[in-house]
């Protein structure tokens, strides 16, 4: 009886009756699934197997942590290794001697990787374009926590981190940080060589009135907890290009005034905009390229034109939509979810 033989490097796998399934307590995505060569021996005595030309469909990625236990790892919209389709997958995983979880899969335009641990975000990632297949990735969820620390501490940390030559700063606050702190944070960045630092600021749940305002040398500015940005709170950044917020839901006066660069702008469901003092944005945001949650509804203008209260009409479903406004602004394009206009 001829005799097909198929070889495959899958560690969380089991051969069982006639196929591969996944070994219990194990999930798809988070180790390889690699299949190679294998010919019998012309005499029938054996198999040679070969890896050799072996390549991967999918790619790996690497996320590197310096935590103590267990990560949480949320992705949405990918294709885990062994699978078809796209889906959203929650991942409970313990990083290695070297810090590192890995994820094995397809990673698309408009898929996100969210790494948590407990409650605080330590990093969320959206991905601006499709990756390639056959190739590796690294996606740093490495945190600076400044929580408890006094303002000198936290401008020498600050520092430290930037005399490491990091273009990449990753601070973990808390809620009772006061004015004299994000001072010092500001004045801390201002040592950057060039105008290329990407901020994430992590367990930070509201940005009062100027907190951020004026911040040297950032290129890009995340705040992963932050449900509300208070007047002015993020203006007056010349060289900010990227700004996410993806669980922001409450925008005050003029808080993105001032910032010539913006080029991309990422909301959470946004519930609440207000603009009593001020414009929240500047003129030209046709400029800017406007991502959205897919929980966002419709935004209800109140008489006097300054105040927006979300309805219940999804956004993706509503005029403002289809012809790229928001809050009264016309943007270059608009994601919702996955739909784009």
């Known amino acids: 009886v001829p005799t097909f033989p198929h070889v495959y490097y899958a560690p969380n796998y089991k051969w069982e009756a006639g196929t591969l399934v996944l070994k219990e307590g194990k999930a798809a995505g988070t180790d390889e699934y690699i299949e190679g060569k294998a010919n019998i021996t012309p005499n029938g005595q054996g198999i040679n197997v070969s890896f050799a030309d072996a390549t991967r469909n ?4 690497r996320i590197a942590t310096n935590q103590d236990g267990s990560v949480t790892v949320i992705a949405k ?3 885990p290794a062994n699978t078809r389709g796209y889906s959203d997958n929650t991942y409970t995983l313990t990083p290695d001697e070297k810090g590192n979880v890995y994820l094995y899969g397809k990673f698309f335009k408009y898929s996100s990787i969210i790494v948590k641990n407990a409650d605080v975000t330590l990093v969320d990632y959206f991905f601006q374009k499709e990756i390639e297949t056959n190739k590796s990735y690294v996606l ?4 600076v926590s400044l929580v408890g620390l006094s303002t000198e501490e936290i401008q020498s940390t600050i520092k430290n981190e930037l005399n490491k030559g990091k273009a990449d700063i990753r601070l973990v606050l808390s809620d009772d940080m006061t004015n004299d702190d994000m001072d010092a944070i500001k004045s801390a960045l201002e040592y950057a060589k060039d105008e290329n630092i990407n901020l994430t600021i992590m367990g930070l749940k509201k940005v009062g009135h100027y907190a951020l305002a004026g911040i040297s040398n950032i290129k890009s500015l995340k705040l992963t907890d932050t449900e509300e940005i208070g007047e002015f709170a993020i203006c007056d ?12 839901r409450t925008i005050y006066s003029g808080a993105f005034l001032y910032c010539p660069h913006l080029q991309t702008l990422r909301f959470g469901p946004i519930e609440n905009a207000e603009e009593f003092n001020s414009p929240i944005f500047d003129n030209e945001t046709d400029r ?3 991502i959205l949650s897919s929980d ?3 935004l209800k203008e ?3 034109g300054s105040l927006w209260e979300a309805s219940q009409t999804p956004y993706a479903d509503s005029y403002d939509h289809n012809t790229k406004h928001f809050i009264n602004n016309y943007f270059k394009s608009i994601i919702c979810g996955h739909s784009k206009h």
């Open 302 to 304: 109140d008489r006097n």
């Open 296 to 298: 966002q509804k419709e």
């Open 288 to 290: 800017i390229d406007l």
């Open 237 to 248: 950044n010349e060289t900010l290009q990227v700004f996410e917020a993806p669980k922001l």
């Open 77 to 79: 919209f990918i294709t």
């Open 140 to 143: 740093d969820a490495t945190v």
């Open 58 to 61: 999918y790619s790996r990625l």
